[in-house]
T-cell receptor, first 116, second 113 residues
Framework: GAVVSQHPSWVICKSGTSVKIECRSL??????MFWYRQFPKQSLMLMAT?????????EQGVEKDKFLINHASLTLSTLTVTSAHPEDSSFYIC????????????FGPGTRLTVL | AQSVTQLDSQVPVFEEAPVELRCNYS??????LFWYVQYPNQGLQLLLK??????LVKGINGFEAEFNKSQTSFHLRKPSVHISDTAEYFC???????????FGKGTRLHILP
């Protein structure tokens, strides 16, 4: 069945470095993907909508220059956390609708980022 | 804009007892409603969804939810819980198909032996 994968599943980096997280739709194409972050024991907060072939749409309060999103193909969206700081440590989750006009949305398993 | 309120951050319940997890939503337009479950150290899994039609929706693992438009609620219920139901439960709304999903803050279900 349709699945969304994320890579890496966890990453540890030094403060000031950049980290790229990939989100892939397997066996289906996704013109839109969504990126969420989840702090420990908290809910998922939508960060941005990734649109294939165009700019991402960011939610209010999310720094677009810090969280770079690229949706280069119909099956891949990437989130790059630039100049990461300890407060960026979180669980990052992506999701993708199964298709245009569908109510079915698949979530990736998440990527745990720890910034030292 | 849509929003979701989960009234209880934690719900302790004895094994084999019934449980209800409360969810209220706010929206000026019709929305689609969901319940997701997140088991410890795992990703999100869809429990059930309400799109239209019958207001009582049955999902996986014996869960069901009832949509109440007048009270703008979508409470989740299970008649008899098991230890394996220990997890975080999220109520969520979506305004349009293939649109972003807005989540509530979650309710942690503790099953007591």
């Amino acid at each position: 069945g349709a699945v969304v994968s994320q890579h890496p599943s966890w990453v540890i980096c030094k403060s000031g470095t950049s980290v790229k997280i990939e989100c892939r739709s397997l066996d289906f194409q996704a013109t839109t993907m969504f990126w969420y972050r989840q702090f420990p024991k908290q809910s998922l907060m939508l960060m941005a909508t990734s649109n294939e072939g165009s700019k991402a749409t960011y939610e209010q309060g999310v720094e677009k220059d810090k969280f770079l999103i690229n949706h280069a193909s119909l099956t891949l969206s990437t989130l790059t956390v630039t100049s990461a700081h300890p407060e960026d440590s979180s669980f990052y989750i992506c999701s993708a609708p199964l298709g245009r006009g569908t109510d079915t949305q698949y979530f990736g398993p998440g990527t745990r980022l720890t910034v030292l | 804009a849509q929003s979701v309120t989960q009234l209880d951050s934690q719900v302790p319940v004895f094994e084999e007892a019934p449980v209800e997890l409360r969810c209220n939503y706010s929206s000026s337009v019709s929305v689609y409603l969901f319940w997701y479950v997140q088991y410890p150290n795992q990703g999100l899994q869809l429990l059930l969804k309400y799109l239209s039609g019958s207001t009582l929706v049955k999902g996986i693992n014996g869960f069901e939810a009832e949509f109440n438009k007048s009270q703008t609620s979508f409470h989740l219920r299970k008649p008899s819980v098991h230890i394996s139901d220990t997890a975080e439960y999220f109520c969520a709304v979506m305004r349009n198909r293939d649109d972003k999903i807005i989540f509530g803050k979650g309710t942690r279900l503790h099953i007591l032996p």
